[in-house]
């Protein structure tokens, strides 16, 4: 058996899935406007388990959004996830949240870059930048937004820029060629290729002292002259 429960938090959206060697096989998710994490989240991993028709022992692994992205619903995902582990003897597979929003647009062949935006405060976001190999030409960071955001590292190439932070930068009328897909939110069911191809790694965290991963130093970007 390879089953591996994916639980993702960091934003609104209250999201899980079930996958088998890397397949989704069965998930649930609910936006909202306000956190319902704490209500709803063991009832969703319960509905799942019933839809995919397995047990917690069942499982190979549990993976978890580990941020950025909400810090009340980072706590809530990650000590979901720490207790099914610690339950099960599980291990635990974090992944970032970026990565995850990302995930399902790289076989689209229609864009040199992939920037996803998380809406933090104000004209703040957390951004990541990936090419269509799934490589990170900008790491994770915390960015105060302006028009020249980005330019100096994506400027030759067409981009999608996607989540909710992205509406954001769209008003800014930035210089690069970009897209837009603002209705975006990190879900479980991309989770799924992801974590596998980590747990064929054997990519585990530590799951005493694992930790979501929370951003708050923000930088403003400038072009590099």
């Known amino acids: 058996m390879s089953f591996i429960l994916h639980i993702e938090t960091s934003t609104l959206q209250c999201s899980v899935s ?3 060697k890397g397949e989704y096989i069965a998930g649930k998710q609910l936006l909202t406007n306000e956190f ?3 209500e709803k989240l063991h009832v969703f991993i319960r509905d799942i388990f019933e839809k995919a028709r397995i047990k917690k022992n069942d499982l190979n692994a549990v993976a978890v959004s580990k941020g950025p992205g909400s810090f009340t619903g980072l706590r809530i995902g990650v000590a979901a ?3 099914i582990c610690f339950a099960q003897d599980l291990p635990l597979i974090g992944i970032n949240t970026l990565e ?3 995930a399902p647009f790289y076989n689209k062949n229609e864009y040199n870059y992939l920037i996803p935006l998380l809406d933090a405060r104000r004209m703040e976001v957390y951004s990541a930048i990936f090419d269509a190999k799934k490589r990170y030409i900008q790491k994770t960071n915390a960015v105060v937004l302006s028009e ?7 400027e030759n190439g067409s981009c999608l820029v ?3 932070g992205a509406s954001k930068f769209k008003t800014l009328q930035p ?3 970009a897209d837009f897909n603002t209705q ?3 879900s479980a069911k991309d989770m799924c290729e992801v974590s596998w191809d980590l747990y064929k790694k054997e990519c585990y965290e530590n799951l005493e002292f694992f930790e979501p991963f929370y951003l708050k130093d923000f930088q403003t970007q400038h072009i590099k002259k």
């Not at 020249?148 to 994506?154: A, C, L, N």
């Open 100 to 102: 995850i929003m990302a």
């Open 148 to 154: 020249d955001s980005f330019f100096d590292k994506v």
């Open 184 to 186: 975006h939110f990190p």
């Open 162 to 164: 996607i989540g909710n």
């Open 175 to 177: 210089k690069i060629n």
């Open 36 to 38: 319902i994490h704490g």
């Open 18 to 20: 079930i996958a088998y």
């Open 81 to 83: 996830a720490k207790g």
